[in-house]
């Protein structure tokens, strides 16, 4: 057993702090002030495109991405500490070009695309040029139970036919945002696994018509937000399906392993954020003739923190090491583990963030409102806590049937 | 013991629940969506007025108010189930005119306001002709500590000058807010409970500026609204101190009994509107096969709901009935304890209802995330949890030293 | 509504205090200690027969029976504080003859037992001359559900057919007990709640066979105990059968209204005492230069402990009053509520109190290991907590279905 | 990073389990059937010694100790899978010879004795041939505290002398029990840390008294047993001082960090044991139509469960390592955070696994009330958890000072 990081990911490591360090926190500051006061939030701050350009050119770029040509050529166990420091901020995944869900669109086409699908989308969004969304969820019925599914893919000589409606999808209100990976139902006599197709959908497709942007506690998350979209007789070319017909199951399966890894080490620096953030204010504001650190149950709960994040962050690079070496199937229940624990634990440590933090924590004073609502509806995306929570124990008691 | 209502407090329930479910529901269900789509969202919505109108019409109006003359002459114990339905609702306070804070302000000026004050400023908020907000809470120090308050209201001669900032003055945002109620510093040099003063300010008053509208977890509850607001030698007559210079903290004290009862029992209400909709979602939405109801820990979750706010009802109960018998300081613990219980709690059903909803359950489609708002901001308002759990545990270890 | 207890339980709730106070707590003290110490453990230390017939002659006896002929005449509402005074104390049930399961056992025969029934056991029992025990819950199958009851009693003529097996038959142990209540099959093809007899079976029967004692968490709760036993061919004249055969279920949901609120106000007379030991304690204790009230969470877990404590007296005093207005029917889901709810909370108090009170928190040198017994034991007695969320939950959903 | 046990470590691991399982397994079925059926609790049952000399000829003996001279010369992290295992059973650790306190004890012989002291006490006890105890907790003090210690061993001349009163002296009612170490104060005007001294004691020494034998929730832990110990005069020659007068803190501290991990792990072991017998019961029992494993709640508490345990083992694993690596003062924050985690988590696994178990689960009948009452007297034993959580977040905050 061997607890540190590689010479590798420590390097990146140290690279990636100076540069957030330097960079990125100057103008974070300001970030969420600036949001509400933009006549257009929807807009992207043109500090953002300067500092990808000085990621890209630092060599800090796709560090997602385990290819070297293409990107960092980092495995899952060294890349996570990268997105644990990037998730203390509320932008550094994008300048990094490292950002939800656009690094699982790009995995998508770089494991599963077309040489042609590749070029079209894949480059471009490698290069921080366009921007994407995946649309899976469904507003009619529980999506947590992929065979629910509703909305139709259905190959109708050369063309695929797209309808249904599909929400929360996520990136969908970026000015940038070209192309949207679209899951529906193609087949449903086949094998329930082999049903569905994913089809690559450019956003101006006639058809396609986003409905509204939904907000998340009152906030939309511009210039990103999350779309509730239309699709109507939506048709496009048979080449847009990724790897062809009924392969949307295998696609998302796969999508899913990093994605968590990636959804989990970055929740584990918004709580490492919020511990910083609760600390130093417990230490500074002083009530009843004793800082705040001193009152009540306040240490306890510090300490608590402290130890529930430790273990949160070794079961999750336990479970990256455990898909670089085994795979994702191997990984099945420590996938499921981390993804029910650890938007809850980063709920809980950020609303006790808050409570130190008064009523300066619910506002946008402080970045803890805008981590809490992350958190909160991670808790929900690819699957509410409970449907992993039931995928983990049906792996336990699987070894004693 | 009797744990059956009075026959008055029944026949007021019967009949504001009637009200709210033919009147005010109707509106209900696009009040968020009108709301967000709104140019102008700081304009109250002009079917508000019109309910007001009947409620006052059909004699439920005031209903928190004790005197029979003024109001509907209801106990804290009588009243406390009205409130519990009003909670239910995010505009039935309102439209009864029994909304926070206009009736911890009404009933200062109730108890302590000049017959001058009363005629300039409690009959206009008896009628809902006009808003008020209340400003204590500041900026720069942990203010769950009242000795900790900065600003200043400082008697010269016949007049009164204050000077400070204050923030979170709930309801400053509202287009017929009229008057402030503020709170600050008169004489340091004073016992430590008659140091402070309550002055009654005209919003439009010289000096005072509202610096900016804070948002709670990004929603800005317009037309309400939670403002920052300076006050920069704003100078008044001395009539303006209710009751008199260094009276502030008696008016405080005084004003947060019956105010944390019905807090508290709108907050069940909101509490028994989630585990509502968590049942009709749960037994109506299917997932692997089974209604989402009889998934997982969901039963349990539902029972343990269920549990938790019969329980809070009922001290919140006992403790209505205990400052109606005995007065507010023979109920302090109990007046501690609800505030330290039942903002939390309902967080957490309310957290356990989106999490049935799925996504749906953030957005605005529902009241949870308003609601949830809600609930999360009064864990901070009047005090922090902690400092209510800490003076439970004081008065519970005086009965041993 | 009212919190104030009626003056007739004010007059009992004050004597049985001072009994306890002034009789029972010198005793109190060696209790434990002279039962470990004890040659045999199993037979009644003498002074708890004097303080028995000092308890009749005061007339603080069978305060548990609501017939004032035979006993206090209490309603449940007036005899619950009673029992709750009662859990303070190991021994005082025993004392006012008021000890489960003798008291549930008396109800089952005041209700539906023959005059003959009445008159061979009954009349000893409320006398206190002779106890009995209960032979419900069998080691083969889960007896949460009953319907798993393996248990025969079989009617072949004038005479009852006893076989089985059963344990956790709290009482068998003591040198006074003389009569069983065993619950057995009778007629598999009846409606599935008339399939099941209860029938009265003397201790020396031939073929009831007392197989084991059975600890406790290594304690075995002597003289009382919990015995497993079998029954092999065991003959008694029909007449011995409760109400007639087929009744069983009938009779055991009749007994578990009042048992209940018995239980959970013992428990929460247990957690009352522990949250006292606690304050008592961490007052008196010094570390780190502080009283241990002092230090870390303790004052909040205090504070927390007496919120819940409240509640849950609160939800049984009204579930009570419930099966007092409109009987147990009425009252099931509370019923349901306060057993799931009070053994765990009260364990949990009696915990915390360990913990204050360090090692001898755990030795027989206070009550608490002897009081988280019980309070543990009674999460699993008449159903585990979890059989009774389902409950809860049932009756919720209903609502809605 | 590498989560893979090394060679070495997977060699032992599946010796030792596999020794378990042939050898230990067959008689811990009925170990403790047979112990409190025994006349005499307190003797060794013969097969215990045969096992302990089968497990030395295997080479599974003194697995604890570094140094692969004496022991298997194991680092801490190789070990502590090791202990894990062991935990699983109650007797595995005395049979390989790694039982606490004797380990702690040998290893403070082994860094801190003299020749002499080595060859009187550190040889038999690594043969297994005696066992020890340890005497640092004290019945009129909070020892959390060690400041408040009240026992002193006063140097006179070429002797030392010891009084004071000791208990929860684990070990001592062993019939092989023949050291014990006692620390006490020596002198109280030295540096705060250098006023102890740890002093070797015969048990059959002039002045020893063992008082009395403490029960744990009712259960003595024959045959090793706590202990109630006075020392009344007890002269020693000097030379019975470990490592020389003042240094019992630095001793006492260097004996803290490896004896956390191992009972931490001993402890993992337990709840693993917990959880499988949590499983296997939840598919074999049936109640209500379903396997209990299918019943409310219980998959969530098994996946629950599961995620602790993965956790908790992988911190204590990071602490092991850290302490092999940099030494225990730079693992200070996990120890602490161990040592406050893992028995409360351990003993809330216990506790779930009895509910399933039912009232089987509260009885001798399975190991689990054994195995709770370990879990429950290590929240307390080596200073109660929230001196632990105190520790951790002294040092989390100190980063901020």
Not at 54 to 60: H, N, Q, T, V, Y
Not at 154 to 159: F, P, R
Request: hydrophobic share 40%; glycine share 8%.
């Amino acid at each position: 057993m061997d607890f540190q990081h590689s010479e590798k990911c420590l390097d990146y490591l140290g690279r990636v702090e100076v540069f957030i360090e330097s960079k990125i926190e100057p103008y974070e500051a300001d970030y969420l002030k600036n949001l509400h006061e933009a006549d257009d939030p929807w807009q992207v701050q043109p500090w953002i495109e300067d500092l990808k350009a000085a990621a890209k050119s630092a060599g800090l770029w796709n560090l997602f991405l385990p290819d070297s040509k293409l990107g960092a050529g980092l495995s899952n166990t060294d890349y996570a500490p990268l997105a644990e420091c990037m998730g203390r901020s509320l932008v550094a995944p994008e300048v990094f070009n490292c950002n939800a869900p656009d690094t699982g669109n790009m995995e998508v086409l770089y494991h599963y695309g077309s040489k042609d699908q590749q070029q079209r989308w894949l480059t471009p969004l490698l290069r921080g040029e366009i921007r994407s969304a995946f649309c899976m969820t469904e507003p009619g019925v529980a999506s947590s139970d992929a065979t629910n599914m509703q909305a139709t893919a259905v190959v109708q000589g050369s063309e695929v036919v797209l309808n249904g409606r599909k929400w929360w999808s996520t990136g969908i209100g970026h000015p940038n945002c070209r192309v949207l990976i679209f899951m529906g139902l193609s087949d449903p006599s086949a094998a329930r696994h082999q049903r569905h197709s994913m089809v690559l959908v450019p956003v101006e497709t006639d058809g396609v018509s986003i409905e509204r942007m939904l907000p998340v506690f009152g906030e939309y998350d511009a210039p990103f937000g999350h779309g509730e979209v239309s699709f109507s007789q939506v048709r496009l070319p048979a080449e847009h399906i990724i790897a062809g017909p009924g392969r949307g199951f295998e696609i998302a399966q796969g999508r899913l392993g990093p994605g968590r890894i990636h959804h989990c080490m970055r929740l584990i620096g918004a709580a490492e954020k919020a511990l910083e953030l609760t600390c130093q204010r417990a230490l500074r504001r002083t009530a009843f003739g004793k800082p705040v650190a001193s009152l009540g149950g306040n240490r306890e709960r510090i300490a608590k923190a402290r130890m529930a994040i430790e273990q949160a962050r070794l079961l999750t690079l336990k479970t990256a090491w455990l898909i670089d070496r085994q795979g994702v199937a191997a990984a099945r229940s420590e996938i499921a583990q981390i993804k029910a624990l650890i938007p809850r634990l980063a709920q809980q440590i950020i609303d006790q963030a808050m409570q130190v933090h008064g009523a300066a924590g619910l506002s946008a004073d402080t970045p803890l409102a805008a981590l809490f609502a992350q958190a909160r509806a991670l808790r929900i995306a690819d699957g509410p806590d409970e449907v992993h929570l039931a995928s983990v124990a049906k792996q336990e008691l699987k070894r004693y049937q």
